[in-house]
């Protein structure tokens, strides 16, 4: 093989990547972040409905408009600020290979799909820690920035489920007008803030949502981007490809939005229960759980991660184990699903201590 091709090859298996979690029949699936507490029937009809008014005969054309006009009226910007993907992974990608430069910061712990993304575009990565309470250190971020081309900013950030203050995170995107700051929404929807419309009054700002969490749509593979109308004409021109989304998608997507209301209510459902679930948590000893702005907790376990890992185990129910993170020993990330799914995780925790 040509040597230069070996090592590029060898370099690339190297690297991080995600690793895809086990699906197991019958388990309780708290691991992804996926929105349980959308009825499945509601989607399988919108899915069905969209199945029998599409032509997959045909290349999609005119959907890709009705999703943006569907999409700007939900994030409340004008439609020309919103371009689409499938899944805001793509989105990422692209950017990444057209305007990712060679260094990029992070805080940390964040969202490890886009270090690796940048690993694999041979983009240096800066992490920089977030205080013990997962709040920015504004200053040593700002200065990691400084150097970089490419800013990430998760909010609310992936595992620690906070959102960082938004005047904080204004003050940074101004304080970087030169460099392109991604904000990674993608769990905004459960959030207080989101900065879409700051997006499309700046030149640096690019904001990152996704169907794939609140709107239950994760199976279709359909993600957004909000910026500056200029900025989003060259990326649905020239950097996205033409056809990105299936037409079946599309349909399903739009027909989502158009019942953006249901989603409005089971959002409010989960925050409920988000607060309920932090407060059963909270009450008990030896586990320390994070206030979130998303649709799951961060939990650090200590010495209790083995004893409730076990039991999780045995009882079917799957969250993300996570280890040691930055500096918090044994933690873990649990999605907010149904009533009856948190009672159950609830239930498995406390009688497992
Ligand atoms: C922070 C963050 N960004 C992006 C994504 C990817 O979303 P999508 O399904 O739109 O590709 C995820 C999915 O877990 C995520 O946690």
Redesign the pocket.
Known sequence: MNRRLDNSIKRIAALGHYNKPENVEGTIKLDS?ENFALDREFVAGVAAEAARQVDLREYPLDQLEDLYSRLAKYSGVNEKCVAAGS???QIIELLLSTLGGGRATVFAPT?SYFINRCELHGIKVDQVPLKRDFTLDKKAFVKSARKSDLVYI?SPN?PTGNQIDKQEAIDVIDSLESRLVLV?E?YVDFADYSLSADATKRNNVIVLR?L?KAFGL?GARV?YMVANEKFVRTFRSTIQSPYPISTLSLAIASGVLARADHIRKTISTVKRERGRVFGRLAKIDGIKTFRSDANFLFIEAGRNYQPISKALRSSGIVVKMLGNVAGHRGCMRVTIGTREMNDKFLQCVEGSL
Do not use: H
């Open positions: 972040n899944g805001s992974d969202f998760c992936n990674d993608a996704t794939s994760a993600g």
